[in-house]
């Protein structure tokens, strides 16, 4: 048996994935779906209902129209407050919040804003000025586990028997490896390319660490590998590492992946942690998936 009974008058992905979201990750509660109001109102189990209108004398929220819809568009906002918690898609009395919390948490995980028409910046970018959490105040505030925390009062007002899952703090640290090492295995063309530009910069500091650590006399500044696990292993941390793996561009400029030293690279960090890829400065404009 689930632990809450959720009237609404519809199903929809977008629903299913805000309940588990808020439901099922941040409350750990289980929960069961209904559209008919005789089962709902029989029940005497913890339960709610979302919809346009209650079933009977519930906690009821009133529901926006955009978890029932399947398309993208513009949608009209409006901004409440409710004690703490702020949010968009303000509704009508009666309601146990006066915005529909499920439909602002799907808008802003979603980031529905993002696949709308917008000014982009010159990297094809969706810019934080024209973000609605910007405009709204609380862009730095985790206001959809703020919600979470406000359905968790008022659920746990009326069904005191309810329990909930406890969230414990975690820290783990990852670490981007956008340029594994500073001088060492970058090939004869860009080493070669390097010593000229600080020649011409006049940067002769970087010449003589160059010419040191190629020559094996002192240690590649980026090569700080052992000391990340040394300290991780001091804190009983367990850190990820994502490596770039995409084509080198002007903005991407790590070792090329069939530089068998970066290959070795990765294997080694790959026995003592979990390792992740990360993307190139292009991928978001390509839909190539390889």
Same mark, same amino acid.
Not at 39 to 63: I, M, V
Not at 102 to 125: I, Q
Not at 168 to 194: C, E, M, N, W
Not at 257 to 280: N, W
């Given at each position: 048996? @689930? ?51 209650? %079933? ?6 009133? %529901? ?28 009508? $009395? ?10 602002? %948490? ?33 862009? $730095? ?14 659920? @746990? ?22 340029? @594994? ?30 010419? @040191? ?56 960090? %790959? ?20």
């Amino acid at each position: 048996m @689930a632990d809450l009974l959720i009237y609404t008058e519809h199903t929809t992905n977008r629903l299913t994935y805000t309940f588990d979201l808020m439901i099922g990750d941040l409350l750990g509660l289980s929960y069961e779906l209904t559209h008919d109001k005789d089962t709902f109102n029989q029940y005497r189990g913890p339960k709610f209902s979302y919809a346009t209108e209650p %079933a009977g004398d519930e906690l009821f929220f009133r %529901a926006y129209k955009l978890l029932f819809e399947t398309d993208i568009k513009h949608q009209p906002f409006t901004f409440s407050e409710f004690g703490r918690i702020k949010g968009f898609f303000s509704v009508l $009395e009666p309601s146990a919040i006066p915005f529909d919390i499920f439909a602002s %948490a799907f808008f802003m995980v979603s980031r529905y804003k993002e696949y709308l028409p917008s000014k982009y910046d010159k990297y094809g970018r969706f810019r934080a000025s024209q973000s609605m959490i910007l405009k709204a105040g609380f862009i $730095e505030k985790p206001m959809v586990n703020y919600y979470a925390l406000e359905l968790k009062g008022m659920l @746990a007002e009326r069904f005191p028997r309810l329990r909930f899952k406890e969230n414990k703090f975690q820290y783990i640290p990852t670490f981007d490896i956008d340029i @594994a090492y500073s001088y060492l295995h970058k090939g004869v063309k860009r080493t070669v390319g390097a010593f000229l530009r600080s020649f011409l910069l006049s940067d002769f500091k970087d010449i003589r660490n160059r010419i @040191a650590v190629l020559a094996n006399k002192k240690q590649d500044p980026y090569d700080t590998y052992d000391y990340i696990f040394n300290v991780c292993a001091k804190n009983e941390l367990a850190p990820k590492f994502f490596f770039l793996v995409g084509d080198g561009s002007r903005f991407d400029k790590n070792i090329s992946t069939e530089e068998e030293k970066y290959r070795e690279l990765i294997r080694s960090i %790959a026995e003592r942690a979990d390792i992740g890829v990360h993307l190139s400065f292009k991928s978001h404009v390509s839909s190539a998936v390889t």
